[in-house]
């Protein structure tokens, strides 16, 4: 299945770029939790939507664009974990640093994760303990890697949050980069990065399925307490803060 899935998120992303490239109107709008949402990321999650229910009809969705109710999801042991286009407001910035994530949850675990890049065509996706990247049709397995100093990835939108400063500022001689999206999650899986630490929100569907390609990589992700990150179904969508590293 997991090329099929692959495919899937190629389309949504075909699907984003017509929005990006102007052949589609943009349509932006505040939703009511004030995160931006445009005509591509509803685009994106139709694809996807469509794609599932026929590849797997037996397995709800959890979409950032259609959440079902706590009621509906609460007793999900199996489900599908999409973010149609994560990073919009790198999209609406136009710095290419978006992509689309699908990833599947069995018992509270990602085991299979895909993670496109519309705008350079680079596909992450992990199933089955391994992990690979696809760039100009040359595929090859990935494994996080070790490096020194370290190379830190942190949020293009919350470089500057104080917590933050404050973690850098006590570990030691490393390096940084910003970058937006579930990229910062496939840059450790692949080894050009060592440590994406994250104190700011993040929904599960914005971490699925990069955790599933860094995990699937050798990486760890695990709250500040040390313990695995899960989606097991639960009222809010929020994350708790996380680091993805080696170490």
Request: net charge negative; aromatic share 8%.
């Amino acid at each position: 299945m997991l090329e099929q899935i692959c495919q899937l998120a190629r389309d949504a992303g075909d699907a984003i770029m017509k929005v990006y490239d102007g052949e589609q109107p943009l349509n932006a709008r505040q939703k009511n939790d004030d995160s931006p949402v445009t005509a591509a990321d509803i685009a994106a999650h139709n694809v996807i939507k469509k794609g599932l229910l026929a590849l797997d009809p037996q397995t709800p969705l959890l979409s950032e664009e259609d959440p079902p109710s706590w009621a509906v999801r609460q007793n999900w042991t199996r489900f599908w974990l999409v973010d149609p286009l994560d990073g919009t407001k790198e999209f609406l910035k136009r710095n290419g640093e978006f992509t689309v994530n699908i990833a599947l949850i069995e018992n509270g675990l990602p085991v299979l994760g895909v993670v496109y890049v519309p705008v350079t065509g680079v596909l992450y996706a992990a199933a089955d303990g391994k992990a690979w990247k696809e760039e100009n049709g040359d595929r090859v397995e990935i494994t996080a890697r070790e490096a020194h100093p370290p190379l830190v990835v942190v949020s293009r939108s919350h470089s500057s949050d104080q917590e933050l400063q404050d973690y850098l500022a006590q570990l030691g001689e490393h390096q940084t980069v910003t970058i937006g999206s579930s990229l910062k999650f496939c840059l450790v899986a692949e080894g050009s990065a060592q440590l994406y630490p994250r104190f700011g929100p993040t929904s599960v569907w914005d971490t699925a399925a990069g955790h599933a390609v860094a995990s699937a990589a050798g990486a760890t992700v695990t709250d500040w307490q040390g313990q695995t990150l899960t989606y097991t179904p639960r009222e809010s969508f929020l994350n708790p803060g996380f680091r993805v590293s080696l170490f």
